[in-house]
C-alpha cells in the first residue's frame, strides 16, 4: 500500500511511495506524530539524480524488516532537497559541523522539536569499510533515545544552539571597487589548472559563475589573462568527456582533473549556466567552438529537458538501464571500439574510436570509454549516426518537477543564444517557460506576488519560493524583456525584486535564503556562497542592480549596493566560490550601462542597432527597445527619433550621450 509520498509532487518522494517505510513529507502534523507517541524524527533527505540515494533505498528503504523496525521506532520524513533547499541547507550545516563532511543522502535523526541529535549520509546494510550498517544505527540511536534521553536532548539542545549563534559576517560597509577585483582575479590566476583548465584538482566541476566574472572583468578592464583563463576552460570542457559529444550538454561534475570521465548526470541549471557562458565566450572572441557548444546546449536543453507544460525538468538521472537487463551508471553515455564498429562498420568505426579518445583498454569502467573530442572539430555524419544508434538505447529517468530558479537561468540562456544566433525558436521557448512560472508558480493573490518553488504536469508544488527562485526568475525574465522588447517581463521582475526588499532583506545589506514569513526551522538559512548555481544572495544582487539600471529606482540600487557587501568581503579570499556576485559587481563599477533604442517597429535599421546592443560586453547592460513614445520600459521615455531615423541612446551613471543613428557609432560608444 502506498504511504504519505502517493499525493507528492516531487518525483523523488514519488520514488519511495512503495516503499514499506510509512514515509511522512516534511509538515506540522509529523512532528506531532513524533511528540505524540515520544519517538524520534528519522529525517532523510536526497534527490532523484542522486546515486547513493537510490543504493540506500533499495538495499533499506525497500527491506520489510528495515522499514518495520523504522516504523516502530521512529517518524519517518522524506525530503526531496530541490524542493526544500532550506531544510537541505539547515541540517546539511549541522551534518558538515557534526561530521566535517556531508553529502547525499543525509541521514538526520531529531526531536519533535527539529533539534537534531545525530547525522550520516550513507549507510550500508551490513557493516563495511569501518561503516556500521544502517540497522546497527537504527539500534543505537534507538537505544539512547529511551536508555539515555537526558543525554540526548542535552546534545541536540547544544547542537542547535551553536547552529543559532553562527553569524554572518557581512564585510562591512562599502561596496567592492577596483582593488577587490583585482585580489579576485589574482586568487583565481592561484588556483587555474594551467594544463587542464578550470580551477583545484579532482572531482573537478564547471566553474560557470566564475567563467560570468573572467568574462566581464576582461570587457571591462581589457585583462587578457582573465578571458585566456576563461576561453582555455570552456574549451577544455567542450572537448572533454564532461560534455556530450554527440547530443550535447554537460554532465555535473568530472570525477578527475583532465575532464575525462564525468559523473553523468545531467541537471538543468548546469546546463543553463554553461549554455549562456558559451554564448558570452562566443560574443567575445567570435569563437566557433563557443558557438556550437551553445547552441547544441540549447537545443539538448529544449530536445531533451523541456515538458509537455513548456518548462524544463530538473536532472536526468547518471544511471540507465543495460543491455543485458542490468543498471549501471553511464550506460546510455559509453562506447567500445566494438560498439562504435558494429554502428559504423570497421573503417568508420576506428575513424570515430580515434576522433572521440575511445580505446581498448577504455577511460571508464568495463572496457569503455567516454566519448571525448581531443583535437579537432566534430565530424557530422559520425555524429549523426552514433547518435541515431544511441537513441535505441534505455533512456536515463527523467526528474520532470519545474523549479522556478532553474527555469529562470534557462529562460536567460534561451533567450540570449536564440538572440545572438538568429534562433527565433529559442526566444519562443524561452517565452514559453516564462508564460509557465507567471500562470502557474506566481500567485497575484495575496498582497503582493508571491512565488512557488516547483511544480509538475503544471500542478503547483506546496512549497514557497526561497530567495534564489525570486531572483533567477527575476534574471530571466529581465533578459527575454530585452531580447523581446515586451516591458511586461521588466514589470513581472519588479513585482519578484520587490519581495526580495520586503521579505528577505536583513539590516546593512544582507539577505535571508528565506522569507520573513516563511515556516521557521531551528536557522534561517543564509548564504552568499555559489555552489552549483549562483546564491540566491548573488543573483539577487545582479537581478536588483540591473532593474535599477532599467527603472532608475534608488531603493532596488541601494538594495543591490548593500548586498555586494559581502562580496568585499569574499570576493579576494574565496573568488571560486562567490563568481556571480563578482560579476554583479563587475556590472556595478561599469554603471550599468543603459541602451534605448527606439524606431518603428519592422524597421530595419531598429534591428541592427537592437543586435548591436544585445552583442555587447560591457557587464550588465540594460537593453530596451520599442516605438517612439512607447511605455513599454521605462528607458524609451522622451526617446525620440533623430531626424527622422531609428536611433539608440546610451546612459552611464545619470549621464547620456548624444544619440546615434550608426550601429558602428553605438559599437564605439558601448566598449569605451
Known amino acids: 500500500m502506498a504511504n504519505r509520498l ?5 518525483p523523488y518522494l514519488l520514488q519511495h511511495a512503495e516503499n514499506p517505510v510509512d514515509w511522512w513529507q516534511w509538515e506540522p502534523a509529523a512532528f506531532e506524530e513524533a511528540r505524540r507517541r515520544n519517538v524520534p524524527v528519522f529525517l532523510s533527505v536526497g534527490y532523484s539524480s542522486c546515486h547513493w540515494c537510490h543504493v540506500l533505498a533499495h538495499e533499506s528503504f525497500e527491506d520489510a524488516d528495515t522499514a518495520a523496525y523504522m516504523n516502530e521506532h521512529f517518524v519517518n520524513i522524506k525530503v526531496d532537497r530541490e524542493e526544500r533547499p532550506d531544510v537541505d541547507a539547515v541540517y546539511m550545516e549541522a551534518v558538515q559541523a557534526a561530521t566535517g563532511q556531508g553529502g547525499w543522502p543525509m541521514s538526520v535523526w531529531m526531536t519533535a522539536e527539529g533539534e537534531p541529535f545525530y547525522f550520516g549520509t550513507y549507510f550500508p546494510p551490513a557493516p563495511r569499510h569501518g561503516m556500521p550498517s544502517f540497522r546497527q544505527v537504527l539500534e543505537g540511536v534507538g537505544e539512547a533515545w529511551t536508555g539515555r534521553p537526558e543525554e540526548v536532548a542535552e546534545v541536540a539542545q547544544k547542537i542547535t544552539r551553536d547552529l543559532a549563534s553562527r553569524s554572518l559576517a557581512h564585510g562591512g560597509q562599502g561596496v567592492p571597487g577596483e582593488e577587490e577585483l583585482a585580489g579576485a582575479l589574482l586568487g583565481l590566476t592561484r588556483d587555474y589548472d594551467e594544463r587542464h583548465g578550470g580551477f583545484g584538482g579532482a572531482p573537478k566541476f564547471p566553474p560557470s559563475m566564475v567563467l560570468e566574472f573572467l568574462l566581464r572583468h576582461h570587457a571591462r578592464t581589457g585583462a587578457e589573462g582573465a578571458l585566456q583563463m576563461a576561453a582555455e576552460t570552456c574549451e577544455a570542457m567542450a572537448r572533454g568527456g564532461i560534455y556530450d559529444q554527440l547530443g550535447g550538454g554537460f554532465a555535473r561534475y568530472s570525477v578527475d582533473r583532465e575532464w575525462v570521465v564525468p559523473h553523468f548526470e545531467k541537471m538543468l541549471y548546469d546546463n543553463a549556466l554553461l549554455c549562456r557562458v558559451y554564448a558570452h565566450l562566443w560574443r567575445a572572441t567570435g569563437s566557433d567552438l563557443a ?23 530538473s536532472a536526468l538521472d547518471a544511471d ?13 553515455y559509453v562506447w ?29 569502467e568495463e572496457g569503455a570509454s567516454v566519448l571525448r573530442l ?10 549523426a549516426r552514433l547518435l541515431a544508434a544511441r537513441e535505441e538505447r534505455p533512456r536515463p529517468g527523467r526528474d520532470d518537477k519545474v523549479v522556478a530558479a532553474w527555469n529562470g537561468l534557462a529562460i536567460a540562456a534561451l533567450a540570449e543564444t536564440g538572440a545572438y ?16 512560472l507567471v500562470r502557474v508558480h506566481m500567485d497575484f493573490s495575496a498582497g503582493g506576488v508571491r512565488l512557488a518553488r516547483t511544480s509538475k504536469d503544471g500542478r503547483v508544488g506546496a512549497n514557497a519560493g526561497v530567495l534564489e527562485d525570486y531572483a533567477d526568475v527575476a534574471e530571466g525574465f529581465l533578459a527575454l524583456a530585452a531580447v523581446v522588447g515586451e516591458g511586461a517581463w521588466l514589470e513581472f521582475a519588479g513585482f519578484l525584486l520587490d519581495i526580495v526588499i520586503d521579505q528577505f532583506t536583513a539590516e546593512g545589506g544582507a539577505l535571508y535564503d528565506t522569507a520573513h514569513d516563511a515556516e521557521q526551522l531551528i536557522r534561517r538559512p543564509q548564504d552568499p556562497t555559489d555552489n552549483a548555481a549562483p546564491s540566491g544572495w548573488s543573483a539577487a544582487a545582479a537581478a536588483l542592480l540591473l532593474y535599477a539600471a532599467h527603472t532608475g529606482s534608488e531603493a532596488h540600487r541601494a538594495a543591490a549596493e548593500g548586498a555586494l557587501g559581502v562580496v568585499k568581503a569574499l570576493g579576494p579570499r574565496a573568488p571560486r566560490f562567490i563568481g556571480w556576485g563578482l560579476a554583479a559587481a563587475e556590472a556595478l563599477l561599469d554603471g550599468p550601462r ?15 542597432l537592437h543586435r548591436t546592443a544585445l552583442l555587447a560586453t560591457a557587464p550588465g547592460l540594460a537593453v530596451a527597445v520599442g516605438e517612439p513614445g512607447s511605455d513599454e520600459f521605462p528607458l524609451l521615455r522622451d526617446r525620440p527619433l ?14 547620456c550621450d548624444s544619440p546615434t543613428t550608426s550601429a558602428s557609432e553605438l559599437v564605439r560608444k558601448l566598449t569605451n
Open 320 to 332: 540507465s538501464d543495460t543491455a543485458d537487463g542490468g543498471h549501471a551508471e553511464g550506460a546510455f
Open 642 to 655: 533623430v531626424n527622422g531615423s531609428s536611433a539608440a541612446y546610451v546612459c552611464r551613471g545619470f549621464v
Open 594 to 608: 543603459e541602451v534605448a533604442v527606439v524606431g518603428p517597429q519592422g524597421d530595419p535599421s531598429v534591428r541592427e
Open 6 to 10: 502517493a499525493q507528492a509532487t516531487s
Open 421 to 436: 544566433f538568429d534562433r527565433p525558436d529559442l526566444v519562443e521557448r524561452a517565452t514559453e517557460a516564462a508564460d509557465l
Open 374 to 383: 581531443p583535437a579537432g572539430e566534430p565530424d557530422e555524419g559520425l555524429r
Open 291 to 313: 558557438r556550437r557548444v551553445a547552441l547544441e546546449t540549447a537545443d539538448f536543453l529544449v530536445r531533451e529537458m523541456r515538458t509537455a507544460e513548456g518548462g524544463f525538468a
Open 336 to 364: 567500445t571500439p566494438a560498439q562504435l564498429r558494429e554502428v559504423l562498420g570497421d573503417e568508420d568505426g576506428a575513424r570515430a574510436a580515434e576522433l572521440y579518445g575511445v580505446t581498448e583498454e577504455g577511460t571508464f
